[in-house]
């Protein structure tokens, strides 16, 4: 008989996995399937790899499809019936083992289900800064009613219509966020690897796709699109995933192209950004201010510079937490049932070799 094993019991409490979930699984199950439910907790933080308790690993081994939070060497080895793997997260980093590259098992991850509100939260540090509620965050804490950085002469405060808002990373979070940013009547220059990643086949979307003909929506690829995001940006959103191409592509060169009104915003992660680098720009009054919701030791340490600069906003990698997240997470894996089932394409089938 064949075994789909359902292993999405995150612990946290905000992740809790409804009852309704498993039960929709079940319901789309052709006969003669069987759903099996770990009881055992799982973690879906970072890219989501699972503790491998003893229960789990034995239970692996006779099933064709498993769904949990990423898909660690360990229980790879142990699922020796194993086709499809899909990830409860949206990172696949931990679980691109060498077993994982050679294996024949289908892999596919979350990405785009979290884009909603990770746009918002991208779309909140932009006007965060935009209408200069950081001087207002400081004032608050300090008991004063200062009107000064908002009258000065040379005042930082903007209207985003007027503004341009760049996105590195043009997959489903980068997608939302030019959706909320046009909206705003933003400009927006959307910059991914190449020109196949903005026309990509196989990604999620659960919402309306963001129309690519907006004559307000300009695509760039190529180190010299790189070059035109960094000095037209005034708001830019990082958005793309953590592969050797773009481990450290904010450093000190890149972040001196921006323009020193300019706020960076990250939210994906960390090590895509020279924090040292990134920490000098911001002190020295090189750039105008950053939303932060990753970096690259988490969580951030005690002491660390960036808890105390006033041109800094703080998030600790919670921008995805919305109560949205299970409807489209269900949605998505249904989808996928049904696409292996009838022997389809899936949807968000992870490239092992390129990292995401």
């Given at each position: ?51 491998l ?18 898909c ?38 979350s ?92 990604r999620?979307s ?24 960094l000095?037209?940006?005034?708001f ?11 481990r ?7 972040l ?10 990250n ?36 002491g ?53």
């Amino acid at each position: 008989m064949p075994q789909l094993l359902f292993d999405l019991n995150d612990g946290r409490p905000a992740w809790a996995l409804p009852g309704w979930v498993p039960q929709e699984i079940r319901k789309a199950l052709p006969e003669g399937w069987l759903l099996q439910e770990m009881e055992t907790e799982a973690d879906g933080s970072g890219d989501g790899v699972n503790s491998l308790s003893p229960e789990l690993l034995e239970a692996v081994r006779k099933v064709e499809i498993y769904i949990g939070y990423g898909c660690p060497s360990a229980l790879l080895r142990e699922a020796g019936r194993l086709k499809w793997a899909h990830s409860g997260a949206t990172g696949v980093g931990s679980s691109l083992t060498p077993e994982m590259l050679e294996s024949p098992v289908l892999f596919t991850n979350s990405k785009g289900i979290h884009g909603p509100p990770m746009g918002d939260t991208a779309m909140a540090m932009i006007l965060h800064f935009a209408r200069g509620l950081d001087f207002s965050v400081t004032n608050k804490a300090e008991g004063r009613w200062d009107t000064g950085p908002f009258y000065r002469g040379d005042h930082p405060l903007t209207e985003v219509a007027h503004s341009t808002v760049g996105i590195f990373g043009f997959g489903g979070i980068g997608r939302q966020v030019a959706k909320r940013a046009r909206a705003f009547g933003a400009r927006v220059l959307a910059y991914d690897r190449g020109p196949q990643a903005f026309h990509d086949v196989g990604r999620i979307s659960l919402e309306p796709e963001i129309d690519l003909r907006d004559p307000g929506i300009e695509t760039l690829h190529g180190e010299g699109g790189f070059r035109r995001l960094l000095e037209e940006s005034d708001f830019l959103v990082l958005s793309a995933p953590e592969t050797p191409g773009t481990r450290g592509k904010l450093d000190a060169v890149a972040l001196s192209r921006m323009k020193s009104t300019a706020v960076l915003v990250n939210l994906s992660r960390g090590r895509l950004v020279a924090e040292d680098a990134l920490v000098a720009a911001l002190q020295e009054g090189r750039l105008r201010g950053a939303g932060l919701d990753v970096f690259v030791d988490e969580p951030l340490p005690p002491g660390h510079p960036l808890w105390t600069l006033p041109n800094v906003v703080l998030t600790p990698h919670v921008s995805a937490v919305t109560r949205g997240f299970w409807r489209r997470q269900t949605d998505l894996i249904l989808e996928n049932l049904r696409r292996y089932l009838a022997g389809e394409t899936l949807l968000n089938l992870v490239d092992k070799r390129a990292g995401f």
